[in-house]
Each structure stands twice: as C-alpha cells, then as structure tokens.
C-alpha cells in the first residue's frame, strides 16, 4: 500500500498500477474539524457574531461548525474547512474546552462555574438545576448569544451534576 494511492493493504508495499484519471481521493468527511478530524456540531451565523474577537469582516457566507473536542484548539470553523477560529480568538472561555476548569462557566446566562457545583450537596446542585429551568421559563436565557456552543447549556449542567454525583466524596481533614 503506498501513502500517495489509499491502495488496500493486500496491494503491498510497491506503488500501484493504478492510473491517475481513475484515482479519486477520499472526500473530506463533511462537518468534521480541519485540526481534530471529529464531526461537530452546525452552529447559527448569530452565535459566531456574539462571541468572536476578531473582526467580522474575516466571516465568509459560508456555514460554521462548532468544535467541541476537548484537546483541539478550534472553536468554530467554516464547512469547507479553509477557515478557523481559535479559543484565543472567542470572548467567552468554552466549558468544552475546559471542563475541568473551575471557574469556566457551564452555564453562560445564569453565570454559573464548575466551582459552583464542584463542594456542594446534591439538594444545593439540584436548587441551581432549579434556579436555571426557572430562568429558562421566564424566557431568560440567550444560549443562542452566549453559550459559545449555541445551544441550551442545560445539558452540560444535568451532565455535570450527575458526573459529579458518581464521584466519591473527598474527605476533610477534620476526618483523620
């Protein structure tokens, strides 16, 4: 198999006989990160607007995809994968990217940090699920326009809560 021809393994390791007008490259998969190489999710033109640093000028009429991949530098990058914006280029630091970060926000309109949920009892995180459903029904909340994945953060809390319940308890030091 070489490299320059995707041939199938079977085909060893000599270059193949396989003429040029017949090869076709394998696609780009479509939606996938240009850095990462993992699928993400669409995301709508306001959401980019909100959140970007630089100028909107750099924005083509092209469709944006958001990348949630923990350890990939991109946020958002065009579909045609020619275009990306990075987390130094985004206003908000993204829960996806650092979701071990305590004072990154999980929720962005309620403003509520994994270090709000990270030493308090269950009855205290389901008082704050509470508090944000409340929020959401009050028509509240603008995810669209802060959350930088562009969706309801609702999801990334219930999430966390339940990582957080599967944990076990850290003692103090008053238990020694």
């Not at 193949?16 to 993992?38: K, N, S, W, Y």
């Not at 009892?121 to 508090?131: K, M, Q, T, V």
């Amino acid at each position: 198999m070489t490299e320059s021809c995707y041939c199938p393994p079977e085909a060893g390791k000599t270059a193949c006989d396989l003429r040029t007008h017949d090869f076709q490259r394998p696609h780009r998969v479509e939606d996938a990160c240009p850095e990462c190489g993992i699928v993400g999710k669409s995301i709508q033109r306001q959401t980019i607007k909100a959140l970007l640093l630089v100028s909107l000028r750099q924005l083509q009429d092209e469709k944006y995809i958001f990348c949630r991949t923990h350890a990939c530098p991109v946020v958002y990058f065009s579909a045609d994968g020619k275009q990306t914006f990075t987390i130094e280029q985004v206003r908000e630091r993204v829960y996806q990217k650092e979701p071990e970060a305590k004072d990154v926000f999980v929720c962005y309109c309620f403003r509520h940090t994994l270090g709000d949920f990270d030493v308090i009892s269950s009855e205290e995180r389901i008082a704050i699920l509470d508090n944000i459903n409340a929020g959401i029904n009050a028509g509240q909340c603008a995810c669209d326009l802060r959350n930088p994945q562009g969706s309801c953060c609702l999801g990334n809390v219930r999430n966390l809560i339940k990582r957080l319940e599967k944990q076990p308890a850290v003692s103090s030091s008053t238990d020694i």
